[in-house]
């Protein structure tokens, strides 16, 4: 009788629990996109050793320094009368209509330095694109090119050029994304190479054995060409992470037609993290700059959500991978048109103080930058947009997933100053809906060099000047290349799993990796990371 009513006791836990779930509507049928080729097929990971990458670091030729160039993804031509009009917007003492300062009771517990320019054996390079991420008892931060495992604490514990860590020689590797699955704690890097022929581009996948960045990875060198086609390049790589499956985006250029579009793949965990061959469907011709999400653990959407903000259309549009992890029933949907999106324009680029003489700094474009998160029902994203001769950065909080009817809940620009420069941000939350945004910052006026902030929503919805300054270069940025000078095209928020064997699910406890300029070597960047309690 006992047992009885113990086992009807967990039924109505069940239901219970059942009953909680949210319910997941079913996309419209016409709005299913067919994939460009069903089958893309990648041969089994190889595996590399640390001792395998030292070997090959004492013998691999570095190129010279090297500057990775920015591919709109709209007619070149169209691109700079959309900066030159951004530029051209009367230059203001402060914002119009800001509102009242809302900082954050966020404060910074650690910080510590990471890469410079020429830090790597990969030779020295511009910009960084700056990614960094935050496991058990690892940072791991990768650039253009080197590839660095410190300690929580900041102590440096193995530098890698990229090439080394792919084992790969044929051409530098280039623009770099790591992220922590903290659900089978596992590190995922990825890299772009420069095109070895009209017909050869590799894309490098790096999966760790473990959760420590130091051991031995599972290496995949695809020829992402494929995807393409002859005289393609795939460009500004992106990594998502879902429940069960790793998702890839890029920008697809060809020589004489431009851009393509972005495309996207997905491969299981069970055969990355396996070292498994694999053979998946890919898209292609879809919205640019596509961004996945990293779906945060505890989230049950059997949907993985994609954003973009196309360059100048003052939209968002998203797309909806269902079985993700399995190529037989993945499916897309979209675009899905984001509602109750406010307009918005190409930021100006950045001035910085008078000393640094006139040089500007490049604030990209509208495009999202680096990967959202997704939580259920809702999904958050940031990129730079105008605000009069402002450029500065606007989040957004949208939500409707569920019912493939995605609205902005919130949209809010926030700035350090009144007359600051803001732009390159990210942003991340924990599955609590605690969410903490990074970004660069100059302000001329003020005599403030190019500088690292961040704020969050501990008091409720930030806006307007809001966040605390995390660090403040010392020199100013002007290394070649003329102007505006690149600055990184990412940086990179990171949730805290904790230390022990279970990750956390409410940390509050965020990491924030982006450039800074070095003290007393103008234009040479570094890299700053800082862990920042709730």
């Not at 939580?375 to 950065?393: I, K, L, M, R």
């Amino acid at each position: 009788m006992k047992k009885f009513a113990f086992v009807a006791a967990l039924s109505v836990c069940a239901v219970t629990l059942i009953s909680l779930a949210p319910a997941q509507a079913r996309p419209d049928e016409s709005k299913k996109i067919a994939p460009s080729i069903n089958r893309f097929q990648v041969q089994a990971a190889f595996e590399r050793t640390p001792e395998q990458m030292d070997a090959f670091e004492a013998t691999y030729a570095a190129p010279g320094k090297r500057e990775v160039p920015f591919r709109p993804t709209m007619d070149a031509v169209k691109y700079a009368q959309l900066k030159r009009a951004a530029e051209l917007a009367p230059r203001m003492a402060s914002r119009p209509g800001a509102l009242a300062p809302n900082s954050p009771l966020a404060a910074v517990s650690t910080k510590f330095p990471g890469a410079t320019e020429c830090d790597g054996p990969g030779g020295c390079w511009i910009p960084p694109d700056v990614a960094g991420s935050i496991g058990k008892s690892q940072f791991v931060s990768v650039n253009n090119n080197v590839f660095e495992v410190r300690s929580r604490g900041g102590l440096l514990l193995q530098t890698k050029s990229l090439n080394g860590l792919f084992g790969y020689a044929t051409q530098s590797m280039f623009d770099p994304r790591v992220q922590y699955d903290e659900e089978y704690q596992r590190w995922i890097v990825t890299a772009d190479a420069f095109a070895e022929s009209s017909t050869v581009q590799i894309l490098g996948i790096a999966i760790s054995k473990t959760n420590s960045a130091t051991g031995s990875w599972y290496i995949y060198l695809v020829n992402v060409n494929g995807i393409g086609g002859t005289g393609s390049f795939y460009d500004f790589p992106m990594l998502g992470i879902s429940q069960d499956a790793i998702l890839f985006t890029a920008n697809v250029f060809l020589p004489n037609n431009g851009f393509q579009g972005s495309s996207l793949f997905a491969v299981a965990k069970a055969r990355l993290y396996n070292g498994f061959g694999f053979g998946v469907p890919f898209w292609r011709g879809l919205a640019a700059t596509l961004e996945p999400a990293h779906q945060n653990l505890t989230d049950q959407n059997s949907y993985s959500w994609l954003a973009a903000a196309p360059g100048g259309s003052g939209a968002i549009d998203m797309y909806a991978l269902q079985s993700a992890s399995d190529p037989t029933f993945q499916a897309l949907f979209g675009p899905f048109g984001v509602t109750n999106v406010p307009a918005y324009t190409f930021p100006p680029s950045a001035p910085q103080p008078a000393a640094c003489g006139g040089v500007t700094l490049d604030t990209s474009d509208n495009r999202f930058q680096n990967q959202g998160t997704q939580n259920g029902d809702v999904y958050y994203q940031v990129h730079t947009v105008a605000n009069g001769s402002f450029s500065e950065p606007r989040y957004y909080v949208i939500t409707g997933l569920l019912s493939f009817a995605p609205t902005v809940n919130t949209a809010n620009d926030v700035f350090a100053s009144l007359s600051s420069w803001d732009f390159n941000p990210s942003v991340a939350s924990d599955p609590g809906g605690h969410f903490g945004l990074t970004w660069s910052v100059t302000d001329p006026n003020n005599g403030v060099l190019p500088s690292e902030h961040f704020t969050d929503n501990n008091g409720g919805s930030p806006g307007g000047v809001s966040g605390i300054n995390v660090f403040t270069s010392a020199s100013c940025q002007n290394d070649g290349g003329g102007n505006p000078q690149r600055w990184g095209d990412y940086s990179q928020v990171s949730i805290d799993p904790g230390t022990g064997p279970f990750s956390n699910t409410n940390t509050k406890i965020f990491w924030i990796d982006n450039e800074t300029v070095l003290s007393g070597n103008p234009g040479f960047w570094s890299t700053e990371i800082a862990k920042i309690n709730y």
